[in-house]
């Protein structure tokens, strides 16, 4: 299996690196017409697909190394399971112990005062949350 480039690339004429990966065949339907909100740090940066757009591309913001190295790789992370996401092919059905461990997700981030931000919570049914003791 081969590796997509796993480093922040360079800008001619900006000595600020960004992030760029190309948007696979097999999400590309599922993906246009919607606006990716992908965290980057302590902000968040909306890039809206398009029928044109064939690669995801944002500044990192930063010209210090480290942080562009965490950043690349948190903007990985959540666009493979974004991905993810847009794979498969039926709804996910949830139990009676998995809504309310998202309704709780919501409701803490709404008391903790980002209710004027869409607010999601993130369910992946291959990792279910083990009771705590």
Known sequence: MLYGLV?????PGSSIPRFVQRILADV???AV?????IPLGNARTAIKITAKTDTVR???RSRDPAETKIGQGRATTHLET???GFRRAAPV???NRDAPALT??????WAEGRRESDLAATFNPDHRAMPKC
């Open 82 to 84: 974004v991905w993810q």
């Open 93 to 95: 059905f949830l139990t």
């Open 28 to 30: 590309r339907p599922r």
């Open 104 to 109: 709780g997700q919501l409701y803490r981030a």
């Open 58 to 60: 944002f500044s990192l």
């Open 33 to 37: 017409g919607r606006t990716l909100d």
């Open 7 to 11: 480093r922040p690339m360079k800008r």
